[in-house]
């Protein structure tokens, strides 16, 4: 697990926010969320989410692939994409 990315699972785990699930998977972050938990309201609300998160992050960006589950679907959101996922469009 590199800095940035136990970085972020401390700032979200601080959030307290209830009966999230939030750990390490590989190189990503795996959040568990309830099944009522509308994934679509996440998604399109995260962007300006994590940024707002991130003014508490020192460390150095590096990419990181954040993993959303609500126990019936799931979403991936990529912050920092190296070039590698820029050729993958």
Known sequence: MNQYQ????????????????????????YVEMPHVTDLKL??????ETLALMSL???EPKERLK????????N?????????HDLDEK
């Open 56 to 58: 508490d992050i020192r």
């Open 6 to 29: 136990q970085k972020w699972i401390e700032v979200l785990t601080n959030a307290h926010i209830p009966d999230w699930k939030i750990e390490a998977q590989g190189e990503d972050i």
């Open 66 to 73: 954040f993993i959303f589950h609500n126990g019936y679907e």
């Open 75 to 83: 979403f991936e959101y990529l912050l920092n994409p190296n070039e």
């Open 42 to 47: 996440i998604r399109d609300n995260l962007p």
